[in-house]
């Protein structure tokens, strides 16, 4: 069975970091095209960051340029999102999803499958 799991999220103050995993059962992330979104309250949901099969990576957000950073370890069969500097903005429930095609997409419907995410509070 196919699956992704996010964790890592959390409470953090502004300034602070955190590093989300995304975690697949039932197939490897090696060469996959994996992305990092995020939906805020009562918002739409935004790509972050995605990792395409060839390493690749590529920024949809434009406020978090400079601040997170997507990477892959093929030996835990994860991709992270590490996250610095946060702000109160960066609040967000944070999922990933992986794409059949080996290029990245700024769109959730062109993901084949999605985790259920991870909430990410930052707030003093």
């Known amino acids: 069975q196919l699956q992704l799991v996010e964790s890592g999220g959390g409470l953090v103050h502004p300034g602070g970091s955190l590093r989300l995993s995304c975690v697949a059962s039932g197939f490897t992330m090696a060469y996959r095209t994996i992305a990092w979104f995020r939906q805020a309250p009562g918002k739409g949901r935004e790509g972050v960051l995605c990792?395409?099969?060839?390493?690749?990576?590529?920024n949809y957000a434009d406020s978090v340029k400079g601040r997170f950073t997507i990477y892959r370890l093929n030996t835990a069969n994860a991709v992270y999102l590490q996250m610095s500097n946060l702000r109160p903005e960066d609040t967000a429930v944070y999922s990933c999803?992986?794409?059949?095609?080996?290029?990245?997409?700024?769109?959730?419907?062109?993901?084949?499958?999605w985790g259920q995410g991870t909430q990410v509070t930052v707030s003093s």
């Open positions: 990792i395409d099969g060839s390493g690749g990576t590529a």
């Open positions: 999803a992986v794409r059949h095609n080996v290029e990245c997409h700024p769109s959730w419907d062109e993901y084949n499958y």
